[in-house]
């Protein structure tokens, strides 16, 4: 029999044998290992002949009063080793310690949220678990996001997301704005609706449902105000890089102008212009719901982002 074990044949050996066999290797003792585990030592013999049965291979061998391992016991010992250790602290776990977390946790946010919040998430990141590492994946996984049951992402920041099992909390209210260059050469008074309706926009268009795009079109529409969108792109960073250099004009989060409005040289366009706010929140999915480090980060998302909502009002 091979000494190296197919998936269905794994499923069929009782695990516990295999902590038996790594207390023996540990040991190089069949009567020490039975004192560590608190059995006798003809259940170490007994569990020791099952394993070998398993793995087609003798494992340990007499050497004077004690034992050695042969080379595939010698090859396992580190790996068992391993596992029993990390299985053992996972099992043992004592409180959360946010110092000494060493995760690495997934946050899905659009650029909006990347540009806005993500480097006061990344500050407190540091202090709070200095040992931790944050992955940060942007809009185009978000096309994936109806199920944040999968292990790809831990923590969504964004219009609330809607499945089985997802839970949502309410972050803030984001607005949007209508933004121009400053030196636009129409759009440096009060604009009326006419007007309005005679600049071209640079609109964004994201994942179907996940960003303003929609409900910017609806707030225009209900205002009877036409909106010509003549370029697309798929940022709102990239919206406000060509308003700043173009005649064009950009619908944008709040929290996008309070940071890069200034040094790209953009304002506000006064008139009665279309307002959206959009609900944003925090979602996640029952598979970290109580993990204590998976409320300790969504905390500190939490507290990063809504300090925040002051200076986007």
């Known amino acids: 029999m091979s000494s190296y074990l197919t998936v269905r044949e794994l499923s069929s050996l009782d695990l516990n044998l295999l902590l038996v066999l790594s207390t023996v290797l540990s040991e190089q003792s069949v009567a020490r290992a039975a004192k560590r585990l608190h059995v006798t030592p003809s259940a170490v013999s007994n569990a020791l002949a099952r394993v070998r049965a398993a793995l087609g291979d003798p494992l340990v061998v007499r050497k004077g009063r004690g034992i050695v ?23 043992a776990a004592g409180p959360f310690d946010a110092v000494s977390c060493t995760r690495t946790f997934t946050l899905a946010m659009a650029d909006v949220g ?32 109806g199920d944040l049951g999968s292990t790809e992402v831990d923590l969504h920041v964004g219009v609330r997301a809607a499945g089985p099992g997802i839970h949502a909390e309410p972050l803030l209210d984001e607005r ?6 400053k030196d636009h050469p129409r759009c440096t008074r009060r604009l009326t609706r006419r007007a309005l309706g005679s600049l071209r926009h640079v609109g964004v268009e994201m994942a179907p449902g996940r960003g303003f795009r929609d409900r910017v079109a609806s707030a225009y529409a209900r205002a009877r105000i036409e909106r010509a969108v003549t370029l697309t792109v798929p940022t709102f960073a990239a919206a406000a890089a060509v308003a700043a250099a173009t005649d064009l004009v950009a619908t944008l989060p709040v929290s996008l102008l309070t940071v890069h409005g200034t040094h790209l040289g953009l304002r506000t366009i006064d008139g009665p212009v279309p307002v959206q706010t959009v609900p944003m ?3 996640w999915h029952d598979r970290t719901h109580t993990d204590p480090a998976m409320c300790a980060f969504r905390g500190l998302v939490r507290r990063a982002i809504t300090p925040m909502t002051s200076r986007t009002r």
Do not use: F, H, K, Y
């Open 69 to 91: 391992p042969t080379p595939r016991a010698a090859e396992l010992a580190p790996i068992l080793g391993r596992a029993m250790a990390e299985l053992e602290r996972a099992i």
């Open 114 to 145: 990347q540009v806005a919040w993500l480097p006061s998430i990344a500050s407190a990141l540091a202090r709070q678990m200095p040992n931790a590492r944050l992955r940060v994946v942007g809009i185009d996984a978000l096309l994936s996001l």
């Open 176 to 181: 949007t704005v209508l933004v121009a260059r």
């Open 281 to 283: 929140a925090l979602s």
